[in-house]
C-alpha cells in the first residue's frame, strides 16, 4: 500500500479545513429516531416497499454502510440489532460483494470489500485511499497507546493533541527544514483520525478518547505494511527506531507499552500519555 502525502496548500485554506472535519466529527451519528418506527416489526414500510428488512434492520444496514465502523459505544440501538441478527444483515452486504467483521469483545463491527476465490475483483462501492505518511504515524501512536492503557487497566485510554503531533515530529527527517509545514500536516492528520472515528472527541478540543475500533481496523499487518511504505518513502530517514521490524519485536519491556503490534519501540520514542477510508 502506497503512503500519499498531502499537497502544499494556503495555511488558511487547511485550517478551514481542518475546523470542517472536526466539527463533522462532533456530530452525533446515532441519531434520535421515531420509536414508533423502531418498534414497527412490519417489512412494508412506504408504498411499493419490497425489501424484506424491518425498520431497525435496514437501518443498522445503512449505518454500517455509511460509517466506516459502528460499536456499542457510538451506535448502541443499531449495535444491538447488528448482534441480534448479524446472519440477515450479513446476507445483504454479501449482496453488495462485501463482507461483515464482527469483533464481539471489542463491541465493534464493520464492512470490508470482499476478495474472490479466483482473485478476481468484485465491483466495489467502496472508497480506498491510502493513509499520508503523518495519519499512519498517528496510528501507530495510538495503537501504541490503546494497548498500554488497556493493559495497565484502564477502561477507557485518553490522548491529548499536542502528544500526537509531538510523536509524528520525533520522526521528521534529519533534514527536514519546514517545520511549520510538518506541523501543519501532522496536525491535519489528526483531524483526519477523528473524522474517521478513531479518536473520539471529549470536552476540550485538546484532548480526545482512543476508540478500541484502532486494533481491530488496523491490523498488525496493515500495519507493518504502511510503516514499510512509510520507511520507504522517506529513505528510511527517520529519527525514531532504525528498523520498522522493531515495532513488532515481541520481547516487550513488561514497564513499557505490552505489546509487539502496539508498537513498543516507537511508542517510547516521544514518550507515552492510539482498508477503507
Do not use: C
Not at 443499531?78 to 444483515?89: A, K
Amino acid at each position: 500500500m502506497s503512503v500519499d502525502t498531502h499537497p502544499e496548500i494556503d495555511g488558511q485554506i487547511e485550517a478551514e479545513i481542518e475546523a470542517e472535519i472536526e466539527a463533522e466529527a462532533e456530530v452525533d451519528v446515532d441519531v434520535d429516531v421515531d420509536d414508533e418506527l423502531l418498534l414497527d416489526d412490519s417489512v412494508s414500510l412506504f408504498e411499493g416497499d419490497e425489501g424484506g428488512l424491518e425498520y431497525a434492520q435496514r437501518r443498522a444496514l445503512v449505518t454500517l454502510l455509511k460509517q466506516r465502523f459502528i460499536s456499542a459505544r457510538t451506535h448502541p440501538r443499531d449495535w444491538t440489532v447488528l448482534v441480534e441478527h448479524e446472519r440477515l444483515i450479513r446476507s445483504r452486504l454479501n449482496d453488495l460483494f462485501l463482507d461483515l467483521q464482527v469483533d464481539r469483545a471489542r463491541e465493534v463491527a464493520w464492512k470490508r470489500q470482499a476478495t474472490s476465490e479466483t482473485g478476481s475483483r468484485f465491483p466495489t462501492m467502496l472508497y480506498d485511499a491510502a493513509w499520508s505518511r503523518e495519519e499512519t504515524l498517528v496510528l501507530v501512536h495510538l495503537r501504541d497507546r490503546l494497548r498500554a492503557g488497556l493493559a495497565s487497566g484502564d477502561a477507557r485510554v485518553f490522548v491529548d493533541r499536542e502528544d500526537i503531533v509531538g510523536y509524528v515530529a520525533s520522526f521528521r527527517p534529519a533534514h527536514a527544514t519546514d517545520v511549520a509545514g510538518d506541523d501543519r500536516r501532522a496536525r491535519n492528520a489528526v483531524a483526519s483520525v477523528v473524522k474517521a472515528g478513531l479518536l473520539i472527541p471529549t470536552g476540550t478540543d485538546e484532548r480526545f478518547e482512543i476508540s478500541e475500533a484502532v486494533e481491530p481496523l488496523i491490523p498488525l499487518e496493515l500495519l507493518q505494511e504502511l510503516l514499510e511504505a512509510l520507511v520507504a518513502a522517506n529513505n528510511s530517514e527517520v529519527t525514531g527506531p532504525e528498523e520498522p521490524a522493531d515495532l513488532f519485536d515481541d520481547d516487550t519491556d513488561p514497564d513499557g507499552p505490552v505489546d509487539a503490534t502496539a508498537g513498543s519501540t516507537a511508542g517510547s520514542t516521544a514518550g507515552s500519555t492510539a482498508g477503507e477510508r
